[in-house]
């Protein structure tokens, strides 16, 4: 597939972005539970999210709380009341035929996000937020192209959702998945989000390019699907153009099997979809709770980087990375309280975060295996010269993998460091041992030293710290 990088004016694109609000205890609007992850399909069911005759909704208050945190936390205005809307289609993951939605009324207009792009930041701004049900979920065999029928399962139906839908004003598939990497960290602070649960976090995706019509995507599930998404879309439409062909505006699937999009229906209008007030739920007066919920709003993640560059003196680079992930902040904050802040966040961003992701793990299973009083005990070991660099490494690794204690892996595998009048000892047997590395180190030869260096690391089964024993065969020679 060829490249989309055209200039900016050539690619607009706006997300719809459904959030569920899965730290939720009960649905929202009755009170199945919402933890049906892993469980059987339509187990987690009732008459209401069922859709049956005669079944009243009630609204979820904590529902409510959690969209108007959300749309604080995104500078979004709340407004002082809303009411909810039914929007009709027919589709079978909704059972009643409509959806309980806003529209009018939303919980929120406005708001922006902030990402940080090669050419510096950019504001992402938002045109509202609004809550509504989720439908159930749709299970194809194979690619929805091929499969010959379809499952329903409804335990997610009636799942609290927030839809937040941004301005048309990304112009790359890059953009679009900095945005969501974004929303997803702000959305984890304020902790009424799991993103790692299947379905917590889809998005339908609208972009056009010039001389084209606007095409709606529906349900990508990943941020990576968004990206090759809309790259497949942006070279479909742009090879239309090209041929003197009309982009149609259009509903469109995302194919992840087979990484295309495929037609599903022309794109609906706003009027098609008959909005009209939801006559079994009354409007929502937020002035009490937005007083409520604002006492509850944590440090935000801009906020908590500007306090660990001034409280713990790290630099920018550091402090950015670690508050990527609330779970990484909280670890190196329980690190930094007995060990110095700089070398607990150097070991825990370039060391400790980078073996996590190669095992494809966060920080909750670093919590599991390799937990911050472990990691204080041994980077106090590291401190006092009582153990290398490797040596560190090798405890990291093999904590995350088998377990076990600091102190026993320590002993277990020999990684005690060598005295440094021991280190000094054997440095200088491999300069009387080795004249003709000693001849090319006067002689200007850097990769003498190097040979010096592997010489006391193999007699010290590589015990001795490398740098400090480079240092003493240097000083040495150079004082000969």
């Not at 079978?92 to 939605?101: A, M, N, R, Y």
């Not at 992930?325 to 670890?331: G, L, S």
């Not at 966040?345 to 295996?369: M, P």
């Not at 001849?439 to 040979?451: C, I, T, V």
Request: aromatic share 8%; net charge negative.
């Amino acid at each position: 597939m060829e490249s989309t990088s055209e200039p900016e004016s050539d690619v607009i694109i706006g997300l719809e972005v459904h959030v569920q609000l899965n730290k939720l205890k009960t649905k929202m609007f009755c009170s199945c539970s919402t933890d049906y992850h892993g469980d059987e399909p339509n187990t987690h069911v009732c008459p209401v999210c069922l859709g049956l005759p005669g079944a009243m909704p009630v609204l979820n208050r904590e529902a409510v709380k959690a969209g108007i945190k959300v749309a604080l936390a995104l500078h979004a205005e709340v407004q002082p009341f809303t009411f909810f809307d039914r929007k009709n289609y027919f589709y079978p993951d909704l059972p009643k035929g409509f959806q309980i939605s806003q529209y009018d009324n939303p919980l929120a207009w406005g708001g922006y996000v902030t990402i940080e792009t090669d050419e510096g930041e950019k504001k992402i701004t938002l045109k509202r937020i609004h809550m509504e049900e989720d439908p159930g979920k749709l299970s194809y065999k194979g690619s929805i192209t091929t499969a010959s029928y379809c499952l329903i399962d409804y335990n997610r139906s009636g799942m609290p959702l927030l839809e937040i839908v941004t301005e048309p004003v990304m112009h790359s598939p890059k953009e679009a998945r900095l945005f969501l990497n974004k929303l997803r960290i702000i959305l984890e602070y304020l902790d009424v989000f799991d993103g790692s649960l299947e379905g917590a976090m889809r998005v339908d995706a609208n972009v056009s390019v010039r001389g084209g019509g606007r095409v709606e995507i529906k349900n990508i599930s990943s941020f990576k699907g968004v990206e090759r998404a809309l790259t497949y879309e942006i070279t479909r439409q742009k090879n239309l153009v090209r041929m003197g062909r009309t982009v149609r505006r259009e509903t469109r699937h995302y194919d992840e099997v087979n990484n295309i999009t495929v037609s599903l229906r022309s794109k609906e209008e706003e009027q098609d979809y008959r909005y009209f007030p939801e006559p079994d739920l009354v409007p929502v007066y937020t002035e009490e709770l937005l007083e409520e919920v604002k006492q509850t709003l944590p440090e935000m993640p801009e906020e908590k980087r500007e306090r660990f560059r001034t409280q713990y003196g790290l630099s920018d680079d550091f402090a950015k990375v670690l508050v990527l992930d609330i779970k990484m902040a909280n670890y190196f904050e329980e690190v930094a309280k007995t060990v110095n802040p700089k070398l607990a966040a150097s070991w825990i961003v370039d060391v400790l975060r980078g073996e996590l992701n190669y095992r494809s793990k966060d920080f909750s299973f670093a919590y599991e295996r390799m937990e911050p009083e472990e990691m204080v005990n041994l980077l106090k070991h590291f401190e006092k010269g009582e153990i290398t660099e490797k040596g560190v490494v090798e405890v990291i690794r093999t904590k995350l993998d088998e377990g076990g204690k600091v102190e026993e892996i320590i002993k277990a595998k020999g990684l005690f460091a060598i005295p440094k009048e021991e280190v000094e000892r054997l440095c200088r047997e491999a300069i009387e041992n080795n004249p003709k590395a000693v001849e090319d180190y006067y002689a200007g030869k850097k990769q003498a030293l190097n040979y010096l260096v592997g010489q006391v690391m193999k007699a010290t089964r590589g015990r001795a710290d490398p740098g400090e024993t480079a240092r003493i065969i240097r000083e040495i020679l150079d004082s000969s």
